[in-house]
């Protein structure tokens, strides 16, 4: 396929406003081409460290707070030391933010154990990795939020809560990444993954929703997923807006067949509906009226001043 020369360019100008962007990491904002971490980092080596996506809506940080409440929850419960305060990280993220230009977009804000030894005792890691990235980000296309996205159940159960706190966002993915996988080898974007007791828990980076009858439930905390700060916005947020109120509570495969709706929060993602799972339609196969109004006032919340607490 031969590529207009407008859309060359337009091309070349997204690259090299990408290859401009700066990295903070360790102290310092580093131009993306010289940004590197040590092969050593046990960030690297083992996963062992812990993460946060936030979006950024018109120069301000969608919930910048509660996402570094839950960056230093997860730091402590793996027991990693940033050595910065809350109010520093959140002062770097800022600065990382304005020193890339960023009206909208995304941060990826990462805290690894550091450079150590090939063993795996953290505490053989002196110095934490500190790095913040403030770049784009699409991760849906936007007619799948106008006629809704078809996902599938992943083969692959959620790892089970007594062995991995579902509240640490760590670095190692791989099991998450795995279901995506399902997805992606059936040409799709997202799967619900089920905990090993057969409940619906999440999808491999959204959160479900659930409508019935008009009633909006999502599955509750025992179920073993990470509570999304846009899922717990959509509940005491967005849904109070809309004049409605959602449910937590275990739901069962037979709910999301029998479902009028279904729809996927996360920070990337935003609202988005489902409209197939597997071969199954979802209510009518469309974006039912809820979520259609659930995005919609999403949108509208995030474009007319995104809260930042």
């Known amino acids: 396929m031969v590529q207009s020369s407008a859309a060359a360019a337009s091309s ?15 102290g310092n904002l580093i131009p993306r081409s010289e ?20 979006r950024i809506y018109n120069q301000r940080i969608f919930k910048l707070r509660s996402h570094l409440v839950r960056l230093m929850e997860s ?12 109010d520093e990280i959140e002062d770097l993220t800022r600065k990382t933010v304005a020193a890339n230009n960023l009206q909208d977009g995304y941060i990826r804000l990462i805290l690894s154990r550091g450079e150590g030894t090939l063993g795996l005792n953290p505490f053989s890691c002196p110095v934490p990795g500190v790095i913040c990235i403030a770049d784009s980000i699409r991760l849906y296309p936007e007619e799948m939020y106008r006629d809704g996205m078809k996902v599938i159940i992943a083969e692959r159960p959620r790892i089970p809560v007594e062995c991995l706190d579902p509240s640490v966002k760590s670095l190692n993915y791989l099991n998450n990444i795995l279901a995506k996988c399902e997805a992606i080898r059936q040409g799709l974007y997202e799967a ?8 619906v828990a999440e999808g491999t980076g959204d959160n ?16 073993g997923f990470l509570l999304g700060i846009t899922r717990q916005f959509v509940i005491d947020t967005v849904a109070p807006a809309c004049q ?3 449910l937590e509570r275990t739901l069962h495969l037979e709910d999301l067949y029998d479902a009028d709706e279904i729809f996927l929060t996360g920070t990337a993602a935003e609202v988005i ?13 469309k974006v039912g009226p809820v979520t259609q109004e ?5 949108r509208e919340m995030v474009a007319q001043g995104a809260p930042e607490d």
């Open 192 to 199: 619900i993954m089920l905990n090993t007791k057969g409940e």
């Open 75 to 86: 730091a402590e419960r793996i027991h990693l030391d940033p050595k910065l305060t809350i």
């Open 12 to 26: 070349s100008n997204s690259a090299s406003t990408t290859d401009q962007r700066l990295i903070w990491i360790n």
């Open 208 to 223: 479900i929703f659930v409508v019935k009858d008009g009633v909006i439930s999502t599955p509750a905390p025992d179920a």
């Open 273 to 285: 509906g489902a409209s197939k799972i597997g071969d199954r339609i979802i209510g009518n196969g």
């Open 294 to 298: 659930f995005t919609k006032t999403f």
């Open 35 to 54: 940004a590197k971490v040590s092969v050593f980092d046990h960030g690297f080596l083992y996963g062992d460290g812990v993460f946060e996506g936030i």
């Open 244 to 246: 409605r109120s959602v």
